[in-house]
């Protein structure tokens, strides 16, 4: 009879977890293989924090979508988050400001 290969259960870190792991091969010289055996993360999860951190560190800020690692780069995020809120808040004022004035135009006629 064959084996099946169990995977095995993902182990969620925190943004804090993850920024220390790459600091640790980034600044410290850790290999890959020695932050998988500590964290106990999977290969894949190990070199994307590296990756991710080496391009933060040099100026690069993720998108939305994945979550920063440096503080410098959250903050970012935040604000980029927030522009984006009170752009599409502008935008619905626009279009509540035509219609009262359509509205308005209609009743005083």
Do not use: H
């Not at 943004?15 to 290999?31: I, T």
């Amino acid at each position: 009879m064959s084996e099946i290969k169990q995977r095995k259960p993902k182990k969620a870190f925190t943004p804090e977890q993850r920024l220390e792991y790459a600091k640790l091969m980034v600044n410290e010289g850790y290999s890959n293989k020695k932050v998988k055996e500590i964290s106990g993360a999977g290969d894949s999860a190990v070199t994307r924090w590296k990756r991710q951190y080496l391009a933060e560190i040099n100026g690069e800020t993720p998108p939305l979508s994945k979550k920063a690692l440096t503080p410098d780069k959250q903050r970012i995020q935040e604000l980029e988050k927030q522009l984006w809120r009170a752009q599409r808040d502008n935008e619905i004022l626009k279009k509540a400001t035509a219609f009262f004035v359509r509205d308005n135009s209609k009743l005083s006629s």
